[in-house]
């Protein structure tokens, strides 16, 4: 029932006309009735006994009918039709504008392919069961339920021995109901784990090629496609044994009528006219038999994919935005985390962390791979919250901001490199309300990006790749680099952003960022010491905890670990320049 609330909460917006249109197909329905009742008085009266003068009229009414009820049929169908599109078109919004309320965490946790299931095939189940199921149940359950009438009408006895047969197909629906209901939910999980081997393999082609893993990825997506198949035979098992039944179930009711109908004939006790009639309304009772079986099935992929698609909308995210959230035109960038703790999955990233930085400075979080330093980058724009402890901004706690608001005013250039299938421009523009191209080419400029973009073959309009295929890694941080300087924000994050540059073309575009954000408070992660040297404050972090801080000459003289890798780094500089010293002594 969970199912049918969520859907109807979107039909009730178009109730009008989805109510008005089940009226039409109950009229449709009720219409239904009237050509095999005319054709029975057509043979009583008019063959039986040669009421040659009601030919005409009977006729006549029974085109207008039939036309009556075709345009009554196309009516409702398209406005179902209609009604489904606008319901499917805003779940689908409610359900991108849900995925981007959720916070990475889900995304973590959560297949890319089922994510696309549900806003492609599961969606689309929806629309089905709108647009054609819904009146197709109610339509012929009002037939079967309008023939029943007119024909106990007609004769009762006679009605009553054709549906003797009626409890044994009721079995046979519920039985196929029970059965196939698990299986819809198997398919669609097959389905969402094809779609995520599929986007996987496409978005990571690069990489199997690399590694000449065609054939095990061919391998991998054959397991997926057959447990897809597999699922749909199970389902085709259920079908092949009930549908049958049912088909003949509902056969029968003809052989009854034939049979019986010629005896009552035969003792007087149903006309010919009768028993034609009979015959006339037979299909309206052997068609909703022989739907039942189709109609439970996509009944059934409805329930599967609304509980998918109910699951997504009922997810809740763990990073809340403050109904009366701050909202800040301009950061300072003053930061203080206070006894920072935080763990994912029960497992400590950072320990106990604690420093303070003043607006304007540049502080580097330096440290080997896992240490904590991208965790501490993403406390900071909120992707997580902490355990423990609290991150403050210009003195107010980050939870009491705005989301959008605190995000505005940071700009981050992630050492995971994306870049979306548009233009070079409107990737670096990404972050602003408005693109000006004078702005985009100094951004570029000062990630030294100018250069090897106006030399592509359209300059700045070149759409680059999904993924930006096409381009080097350094000219795709490069671009990311742009895309963050442009945005002018109070707080710059650099997340390993030059680790792809040569070291010259690092120290080019530093001198840059120096004197573009003198002002501005500045977070590098880097593992070249080269990127961090100049820095105010130097965290470096070992297995979640600041284990040193400082500039860079106050770490050197600690001769603790950032010394040790100083060494390991200017190993071969430092014994030359030793050398020289004491040559010169």
Known sequence: MSSIKLIFSYINKYKFRFYIAL???????????????????????VIMKNKVNILIPILGIMIATTIIKAVIRYTYQMTFEKVSQNVIFELRQNMYNKLQELDLDYYNKTRTGDIMARMTGDTDAIRHFVAWVIYNIFENLTIFIFALITMFMINAKFTLLMFALTPLVAYCAYKMTIDSNPIFFSIREQFSKLNTVVQENISGNRVVKAFAKEDYEISKFEERNKGYMDANMALADVTQKYMPMLNALSNMFTIVMILVGGILVINNKLTIGELVMFNGLIWA???????????INDAQRFIAAARKIRILINEETKIKNPIDGIKPDRLKGEIEFRNVNFEYDYEPVLKNVSFHVKPGQTVAIFGQTGAGKSTIINLIERFYDVSSGQILIDGIDIKKYNLQALRKNISISMQDVFLFSNTIEENISYGVSEVDSNRVNWAAEMADANNFINKLSESYETVVGERGVGLSGGQKQRITLARSIIKDPSILILDDTTSALDVETETMIQKNLNLIYKDKTSFIIAHRISSIKNSDLILVLDEGEIIESGTHEELLNKKGHYYETYKAQYGDYLKAENEENREVG
């Open 23 to 45: 009226a039409a197909v109950l009229l449709s329905s009720l219409i239904s009735m009237i050509n095999p009742y005319l054709s029975g008085k057509l043979v009583d009266e």
């Open 285 to 295: 009772i052997n068609n909703p038999m022989n739907m039942v079986g189709w109609l």
